[in-house]
């Protein structure tokens, strides 16, 4: 089993900055790519981030020029950094790992719990 855990999240002005971490842990082979959701109230999950174990990011949105996604493979952890936040980008922030659990077994996917934003305006 892998449990993901997010911290970093909170209350920030608009404008403001924010790092969210995400740390896997529990009986992993290794860790392919790993990405950043998140869903504001009443509307779908959105893919704001990935990146893979080779360091290639993708940003499917538009917070490209404000959000970074990065990643340290020796602590199995991935981060977003936040910065210039607006208030639409208020959400539940949930991270995702695909994961191996033995050498050539399937992928799996995980999802950590969420982390809050909030940006006031």
């Known amino acids: 089993q892998v449990h993901l855990v997010e911290s970093g999240g909170g209350l920030v002005q608009t404008g403001g900055s924010l790092r969210l971490s995400c740390a896997a842990s529990?009986?992993?082979?290794?860790?392919?790519?790993m990405g950043w959701y998140r869903q504001a109230p009443g509307k779908q999950r959105e893919l704001v981030a990935t990146?893979?174990?080779?360091?290639?990011?993708t940003y499917p949105g538009s917070v490209q020029v404000r959000f970074t996604i990065s990643r340290d493979n020796a602590n199995n952890t991935v981060f977003l950094q936040m910065n210039s936040l607006k208030p639409e980008d208020t959400a539940v922030y949930y991270c995702t790992a695909g994961a191996r659990l033995r050498p050539a077994g399937p992928i799996y996917n995980y999802w950590g719990q969420g982390t809050q934003v909030t940006v006031s305006s």
């Open positions: 529990g009986s992993i082979f290794s860790i392919n790519t």
């Open positions: 990146i893979t174990s080779g360091g290639t990011t």
